[in-house]
């Protein structure tokens, strides 16, 4: 059962448009998402998070998204860049566990078109 | 700051033998979590160790086994390899009480 869904494999974007990458998750128990973007042969890197008592965070070009009632977040990239080209990986956590286990989506492939 | 390093940063073993992969936090982070990658899967949730002590463990076999020194940095083993267990392995370490977590390039597994 997933509980963090990126329901696009991929998405294919022109360089200074912008690029939304969207996120899903079931468990209603989750408290804090990230971002990580992940290029090969690397390990994932830490992009934005943003606490469940917020409903949006930006840093630079990016900025996340959280409705909380839809259980959906999304990760707006603006403009985007050919660097921006990667894997981005949704997570979230439940503090409240008392763990800091992340649980990831699949990613969704971003390709920015120069 | 030096980021999480990871070694070896790839291996090759054959079924039925048994590896152990290390992982070097951030200086400072007391919090280290293993993950496993695979192409089906994604990234699951391995185990999570804190003062050397495993605080969490994800769904996989006794086979993985894991532990944390007092200077933080850990192991990971996995007896009794399998095909499947071929994957790239990734710690991640964060401060005490902080939800971000930071990777390291991680270990390309392959079991022939």
């Known amino acids: 059962d997933q509980q963090v869904k990126q329901n696009s494999p991929s998405l294919s974007v022109q360089e200074g448009r912008i690029s939304i990458l969207n996120c899903d998750y079931t468990?209603?128990?989750?408290?804090?998402f990230l971002w990580y973007k992940k290029y090969p042969a690397e390990g994932p890197t830490f992009l934005i998070s943003?606490?469940?008592?917020?409903d949006k965070n930006e840093d630079g070009r990016f900025t996340v998204f959280l409705n909380k009632s839809a259980k959906h977040l999304s990760l707006h990239i603006v403009p985007s860049q050919p660097g921006d080209s990667a894997v981005y990986f949704c997570a979230a956590s439940n503090s409240g566990a008392g763990s800091y286990q992340l649980t990831f989506g699949k990613g969704t492939k971003l390709s920015v078109i120069p | 700051k030096a980021g999480v390093t990871q070694t070896p940063r790839y291996l090759i073993k054959t079924r039925g033998q048994q590896v152990t992969l290390s992982c070097s936090p951030i200086?400072?982070?007391?919090?280290v979590s293993w993950y496993q990658q695979t192409p089906g899967q994604g990234l699951q949730f391995l185990f999570e160790y804190f003062s050397e002590t495993q605080r969490n463990k994800g769904n996989f076999p006794g086979r993985f086994s894991g532990r944390q020194f007092s200077n933080s940095r850990s192991e990971m083993n996995v007896s009794t390899l399998e095909l499947g267990d071929s994957a790239l392995y990734l710690c991640a370490s964060s401060l005490e009480f902080s939800n971000i977590q930071y990777f390291g390039a991680g270990t390309r597994l392959s079991v022939l």
């Open positions: 200086s400072g982070h007391r919090s």
């Open positions: 468990n209603s128990m989750f408290d804090y």
């Open positions: 943003i606490s469940s008592i917020k």
